[in-house]
């Protein structure tokens, strides 16, 4: 960790877009245009409010993308909730990069790609899946499982049905949690969806939603033959202070914030008490 990192930087938020109910997209300029720093996919970014709060979010946009940054956010507290007021043109201070990425150059290369979804949990996969199709002769077969409560709930679903399912070597599984009007697709859980899918146990799995979904898709995925090496997983909801003081982020003797938010299943142990 630099320096840099630990200085916070002013950003310009020059887009708002309106995802789901209670979730928005931000879109993030450096002062003098840009990014305010590079990452790589599944870091994270601390975003604060002078005199209201700090937080730490996932970078959802891909660094492949060198005009701004984006971060998706959920309603769901005091600092979010001030931030879902934010207009365009207003100012916010942004440190980072935090944590480690997805290890997108070394292990992921070559191989197919599963990314599970659930809820919000498609924010830090976006970036990983906008980074893998920017440089699509360095991966194989692309599949993609997300679900959410409604058609309502699925965030960048404009993005999914416009750009991903039209690309070769991509395929894209929807789901949502019970039958509504206007909804012709796939209508049940994520954990039961994968099992029904029955996946081969080759390649890697990205996985992240609600830590009940990812226990139960992980369950899923070892009892069809794939291996803890072969999972990874982001818990960068866990993480506090970004810098291994606080003591909140631990599982086990893994701090998240310093070995993290990243982590391939093999290396977790046993996971937190709320999974």
């Given at each position: 960790?630099?320096?840099?990192?630990?200085?916070?930087?002013?950003?310009?938020?020059?887009?708002?877009?309106?995802?789901t109910p209670d979730v928005k997209t931000f879109r993030?300029?450096?002062?003098?245009?840009?990014?305010?720093?590079?990452?790589?996919?599944?870091?994270?970014?601390?975003?604060s409010i002078p005199g209201v709060g700090e937080a730490?979010?996932?970078?959802?946009?891909?660094?492949?993308?060198?005009?701004f940054m984006e971060f998706s956010i959920k309603k769901?507290?005091?600092?979010?909730?001030?931030?879902?007021?934010?207009?365009?043109?207003?100012?916010?201070?942004?440190?980072?990069?935090?944590?480690?990425?997805?290890?997108?150059?070394?292990?992921?290369?070559?191989?197919?790609?599963?990314?599970?979804?659930?809820?919000?949990?498609?924010?830090?996969?976006?970036?990983?899946?906008?980074?893998?199709?920017?440089?699509?002769?360095?991966?194989?077969?692309?599949?993609?499982?997300?679900?959410?409560?409604?058609?309502?709930?699925?965030?960048?679903?404009?993005?999914?049905?416009?750009?991903?399912?039209?690309?070769?070597?991509?395929?894209?599984?929807?789901?949502?949690?019970?039958?509504?009007?206007?909804?012709?697709?796939?209508?049940?859980?994520?954990?039961?969806?994968?099992?029904?899918?029955?996946?081969?146990?080759?390649?890697?799995?990205?996985?992240?939603?609600?830590?009940?979904?990812?226990?139960?898709?992980?369950?899923?995925?070892?009892?069809?033959?794939?291996?803890?090496?072969?999972?990874?997983?982001?818990?960068?909801?866990?993480?506090?202070?970004?810098?291994?003081?606080?003591?909140?982020?631990?599982?086990?003797?893994?701090?998240?914030?310093?070995?993290?938010?990243?982590?391939?299943?093999?290396?977790?142990?046993?996971?937190?008490?709320?999974?």
């Amino acid at each position: 960790m630099t320096k840099e990192t630990l200085v916070p930087v002013l950003g310009i938020v020059t887009d708002v877009r309106v995802d789901t109910p209670d979730v928005k997209t931000f879109r993030v300029n450096a002062v003098d245009g840009g990014k305010c720093f590079e990452h790589m996919p599944g870091q994270c970014a601390m975003l604060s409010i002078p005199g209201v709060g700090e937080a730490m979010f996932s970078i959802t946009s891909s660094p492949t993308n060198k005009e701004f940054m984006e971060f998706s956010i959920k309603k769901c507290g005091c600092l979010t909730n001030w931030l879902h007021q934010m207009d365009v043109g207003q100012m916010i201070t942004v440190r980072g990069p935090y944590g480690n990425a997805f290890p997108v150059e070394e292990d992921l290369k070559g191989q197919d790609l599963l990314f599970i979804a659930g809820g919000i949990g498609l924010a830090p996969l976006r970036s990983v899946i906008n980074y893998v199709r920017a440089n699509r002769e360095n991966y194989g077969k692309v599949r993609i499982v997300y679900g959410s409560r409604t058609k309502e709930d699925l965030v960048d679903y404009p993005e999914i049905v416009n750009e991903w399912c039209q690309e070769a070597g991509i395929e894209v599984f929807l789901t949502i949690d019970q039958a509504q009007e206007g909804w012709d697709g796939h209508v049940g859980f994520v954990p039961a969806y994968v099992t029904e899918l029955g996946f081969d146990p080759h390649g890697r799995v990205l996985v992240c939603g609600p830590p009940i979904m990812i226990k139960f898709t992980t369950q899923a995925l070892l009892e069809m033959g794939f291996d803890k090496t072969q999972i990874y997983t982001t818990m960068e909801l866990r993480m506090k202070c970004g810098v291994g003081k606080c003591g909140r982020c631990n599982i086990g003797d893994q701090y998240v914030c310093k070995d993290g938010p990243v982590f391939r299943f093999d290396q977790l142990g046993e996971l937190p008490a709320e999974y």
